[in-house]
């Protein structure tokens, strides 16, 4: 078990530019998520793939933010034009299919835009 | 928007000592997780209580869940330094796939 792995562990840019993060899940985890997590606060759910098909999206991610996972294997997720509200910790987790299934989580993509 | 609460905030204790935190939640859920989350890293995965159970337990933590109260409780009993994280839980409910985390306790143990 590699663990969930995500790339790169640390993104500075400036305003404007976009960015785009990877995240490798476990090998045979079907299910991938992305949150987003401000310091002194919990993970704030973005988005959820069931293999390659994304079924859920946060109503709180804009139309700058976008994420695939296009053979149901590694996923990116990519944020276009960002702000400087933009800049937190985002984290990929996966799971394997089951109600009670626990997320694994990597150890996020820390984002800072200046 | 956050399901939980977490309460306290923040918690500073003497290794040794036991910790209990809790967790408040708004709808029905399937089932209700804790993780634990260290600085700067993932979170980790503690334990899962399901709606149709009132307690769990697994080494030194021990969860309880009322559901008709929407609360839960985590139980650390005799931390230690190493046991100084970020606790968070999370539910699940019926009709989604995500989990929604509260917005956690911070616990300190002091050695």
């Known amino acids: 078990d590699t663990g969930v792995s995500q790339n790169p562990r640390h993104k500075i840019t400036k305003r404007g530019q976009n960015v785009t993060f990877r995240c490798d899940p476990i090998?045979?985890?079907?299910?991938l998520y992305w949150y987003r997590q401000t310091l002194g606060q919990g993970p704030e759910f973005l988005t959820y793939?069931?293999?390659?098909?994304?079924?859920?999206k946060s109503r709180l991610l804009s139309d700058r933010f976008s994420a695939e996972r296009p053979k149901g294997s590694f996923s990116t997720l990519e944020i276009q034009r960002t702000e400087q509200g933009d800049s937190a910790m985002y984290l990929c987790?996966?799971?394997?299919?089951?109600?009670?299934?626990?997320?694994?989580f990597g150890n996020g993509t820390r984002l800072t835009v200046t | 928007s956050q399901q939980g609460e977490e309460d306290p905030q923040a918690l500073s204790i003497q290794e040794g000592e036991n910790a209990t935190m809790n967790c408040s939640y708004k709808?029905?859920?399937?089932?209700l997780q804790w993780y634990r989350q260290n600085s700067g890293r993932g979170l980790v995965h503690l334990i899962l209580?399901?709606?149709?159970?009132r307690e769990k337990h697994s080494g030194r933590l021990r969860v309880t869940l009322d559901t008709s109260k929407k609360s839960s409780s985590l139980l650390i009993t005799a931390s230690r330094a190493a046991d100084t994280a970020s606790y968070f839980c999370?539910?699940?409910?019926?009709?989604?796939?995500?989990?929604?985390f509260g917005s956690g306790t911070r616990l300190l143990v002091r050695p």
């Open positions: 987790a996966s799971s394997v299919t089951g109600e009670g299934s626990p997320l694994h």
């Open positions: 090998s045979e985890h079907n299910r």
């Open positions: 793939f069931q293999n390659e098909a994304q079924l859920e």
């Open positions: 709808t029905s859920i399937n089932n």
């Open positions: 209580i399901r709606s149709n159970e």
């Open positions: 999370a539910t699940r409910m019926d009709s989604s796939y995500k989990l929604i």
